[in-house]
């Protein structure tokens, strides 16, 4: 299967001369999608961000953009240095769906209740035990995230989720949406989120949302979301190089 990252990887080792070992801000399910994803790679000495830039988006487009390219701080790391991330899941809830966004929207026909989901996103948000909300970790890990923010949005016929959190947990977001989802169409109740919550199963909450309505739209650095509004540009002066890129799903 073909992924941002093989690509990516192949198309930097012709450029570069040399197999770079990359690092990328978000690890995401096959289907799921990123316009916001950073990735970085320690560069050989005199490296140049713009003739990187433009290789690759030579070999790459349209399926995968390299929007910016630059120098890092020394010890920069796309993911470790990441102090949290924003996903955007689009639901399309017209009768028929759009061959021009099929791709990127889940085609969930008929409307949703759009102002239960919205109370139940707020119970979600904050510092929770998501254990309910997540593909089963290794263990002994921590299924304890904070979720700076649930946000649920109508744009014409679609609806979309936006959460931003420190950091996610595997199928965390999708598992998210199903719920609201369930919550729009009324099978779940909106005042039971803290009841899921604390029965920690995955069992307790709604379905998986599909992955090809995801994406990865913002990578923060430097303070943690909601304190400031930092992004994926790294800055400075060393052989590292950050590129913030756009594309297919991994």
Known sequence: MRTIEGVFEEALA??????????VAGRTDAGVHASGQVASFTASEGCDPGRVQRG????LAPEVVIRSARLAAA???????????????RIDTASLPD???ARFVWHRPGPLKVGPMRTAARSL???HDFASFCHAPRLPASTRRVLRRL???TAGQEVRVR????????QMVRSLVGTLVAVGEGRIQADSMPEILAARTRAAAGPVAPPQGLALVRVFYGRRPGAARTTAQASSTTAETSLTTAGMPR
Do not use: K, Q
């Not at 690759?56 to 070999?59: C, D, R, Y």
């Open 14 to 23: 012709l450029i570069l001369g040399f197999e770079p070992r990359i690092s």
């Open 56 to 59: 690759l988006n030579t070999m």
């Open 75 to 89: 010890g920069f790391d796309a993911r470790h240095s990441a102090t949290g991330r924003e996903y955007v899941y």
């Open 99 to 101: 061959a021009f966004t």
């Open 125 to 127: 948000a904050g510092d």
């Open 151 to 153: 946000v649920v949005s």
């Open 163 to 170: 959460a931003t959190a420190d950091g996610f947990l595997h």
